[in-house]
């Protein structure tokens, strides 16, 4: 089955600096991801998403990169805020399982002020 | 509501009891799923309707667990004879179209005592 798994589980900033979270992904055949923010005692908050026929992907103040030749995704949020703290996932998805996204096991992110 | 909704958002219940679990996902939204998620980890595919039509329940965890959409909107999840493993986080989530970032409810926390 697919892996989705993350390089670190906690990540502390401090307010107003980049934050750059990773994660890693097992299946080729993957080709649309998408990154997630939950808060304490929320749904996953959908932030952005990118299909692999691109590297790149912006939105405000979050960009996120994908390498498919290492499997790997990232998620940068720039000028980093307290409500920026939260647990990130990164899920894909694969077009033969189109209808079954696979999730990462989280990345915690602290701001401190 | 302008977003998905769950309810309860809180439930206990006691080891053999049944629960429902409903949702009701944003109006027009084609796509619906349910997953799961215990703590600390990120969520885990149940199962997807496409309107009323169940068209993957290979998530599911055992036959205790029963999904349905009968009229392709609100869509109740059942756990029958609860058991202290099903203690979780259920999330529902909808999209318009299932290769689309799905937006997440609040989620029901179950807790079997």
């Known amino acids: 089955g697919e892996s989705v798994g993350l390089h670190l589980p906690t990540l502390s900033v401090q307010e107003g600096d980049n934050s750059i979270i990773n994660c890693a992904y097992s299946?080729?055949?993957?080709?649309?991801f998408i990154w997630y923010k939950q808060e304490s005692g929320k749904g996953p908050q959908f932030i952005i998403d990118?299909?692999?026929?691109?590297d790149k992907r912006q939105g405000q103040r979050v960009t996120v990169l994908l390498n498919k030749t290492v499997k790997h995704l990232s998620l940068q949020i720039a000028a980093t805020q307290p409500g920026d703290s939260a647990v990130y996932f990164c899920?894909?998805?694969?077009?033969?399982?189109?209808?079954?996204?696979?999730f990462g096991s989280g990345t915690k992110l602290n701001v401190k002020p | 509501g302008a977003g998905v909704s769950q309810s309860p958002r809180y439930k206990v219940a006691k080891r053999g009891q049944d629960v429902a679990l409903r949702c009701d996902p944003i109006?027009?939204?084609?796509?619906l799923f349910w997953y799961q998620q215990a703590l600390g980890q990120g969520p885990e595919f149940l199962t997807y309707?496409?309107?009323?039509?169940?068209?993957?329940k290979s998530g599911l965890p055992s036959d205790r667990f029963f999904a349905e959409r009968p009229e392709g909107s609100v869509s109740t999840l059942k756990i029958q004879r609860t058991q202290q493993e099903d203690s979780a986080v259920y999330l529902c989530?909808?999209?318009?179209?299932?290769?689309?970032?799905?937006?997440f409810g609040q989620g029901t926390r179950l807790t079997v005592v």
């Open positions: 989530a909808s999209s318009l179209e299932v290769r689309l970032g799905a937006f």
């Open positions: 299946n080729s055949a993957s080709d649309y």
């Open positions: 990118i299909r692999s026929n691109m």
């Open positions: 899920a894909e998805n694969a077009g033969y399982n189109f209808n079954k996204f696979y």
């Open positions: 109006s027009g939204h084609v796509s």
């Open positions: 309707f496409q309107n009323e039509a169940q068209l993957d």
